[in-house]
């Protein structure tokens, strides 16, 4: 009797250790490398509500989007769209959804405007994956991949081109062709049911990183502080390793503690970053930025609002601080013209 009941407690030992393991491994997500975050697991910065707010969140409870427990909570009363704050070109973008009910309704959209819109991977009950609301050949339902309400779903969307390759749970779903959208926002849509999602991730295609001091020819001065670069008002300015002769698309997040000072530039062609007017977000939040060099035409890009620059020159791209507090994330080049 003894010998049995010390082989039960060992049963009972192992099933505990068994369970406990299985949830550390699910908590022990990381990113794959290339990828960016683009979901904090603490506020929806990096996310804009309907078009609205560039930079901040949406804060409202009658929006029915909020987060809790390391994931992005639908609530089931709002239709807002929920966008991304940067649009894409060709990427490999990767999340997990799961329903909180038999019955449900949602979208992924790709390629959209800032409204998000168009351009919808569906996430209706048997309808999952569907492609409609744009100009796709192929896109076809596959309600088979995926698991049951309850159960977290792996989804993963890679754009290049007019070609768009579909996965579910790690299966491929279908491949579509003259996909009619060159470019554009990722989106989460709301439509009467309450889901939830988590470890949104994105990779743009065709960009080389710029996030440590190693990866510029000079960084005199600049830190790495969690997945950027700090300078404390004293640094030198960033400077890239080779001549943008050409083509060239800077694209970065920064913040000041107050008022920036700061400066991006292509050759002697400099743009102060919180130049266009009521663009910035207030001190302390992220502002999205790029600066776009083509045919010999300089725009900056600012939270979604443009001012093309008067003054145009090739040149290495820098990045100063201007005798201020910046912090810089996200920082990518086209690849083409580093």
Known sequence: MRALHLLSR????????????????????????????????????????????????PESPKNGWSVA???????????GNLGSQWSYVDFDMRFEWRALREKYNSGFFIGSGRKVRANQLNLAKGGEGRFFGGKMKGGPAVPDLQNASGEWNAWR???????????????????????????????????????????????????????????????????ISGDGLTSDGTAKGLVSGKRAT???????????????????????TRVKLDSIPDAANPAGLWNYAELIRVDGKTTYVLN??????????????????????????????TSASK
């Not at 030992?13 to 697991?41: P, R, Y």
């Not at 427990?69 to 239709?79: E, H, N």
């Not at 083509?247 to 700061?262: I, M, P």
């Not at 008067?310 to 810089?328: F, H, N, Y």
């Open 157 to 223: 969307v890679v754009v290049v081109g007019d070609k768009v390759t579909f996965y579910c749970n790690d299966k491929l779903a279908w491949e579509g062709t003259e996909f009619a959208a060159t470019s554009g926002y990722i989106g989460l849509q709301a439509e009467g049911a309450p889901l939830e999602f988590r470890r949104l991730r994105v990779k743009e295609l065709g960009y080389d990183s710029l996030n440590t001091p190693k990866d510029w020819a000079s960084a005199d001065g600049w830190k």
């Open 246 to 268: 050409g083509d060239v698309t800077l694209r970065f997040e920064w913040k000041s503690s107050k008022q920036s000072a700061g400066v991006v530039a292509v050759g002697d």
């Open 304 to 333: 979604g609002k443009t001012a093309e620059i008067k003054t145009d020159s090739a040149g290495t791209v820098s990045i100063q601080d201007g005798g201020k507090p910046l912090s810089l994330r996200n920082i990518r080049i």
């Open 10 to 57: 060992s049963l009972v030992i192992a099933v505990l250790l068994t369970a406990l393991a299985g949830t550390s491994s699910a908590d022990e997500f990381k990113i794959e490398k290339g990828f960016v975050s683009m979901f904090n697991g603490a506020d929806l910065q990096g996310w804009q509500f309907s078009g609205q707010s560039w930079g901040l969140p």
């Open 69 to 79: 427990d390391g994931v992005i909570k639908l609530d089931g009363k709002s239709r």
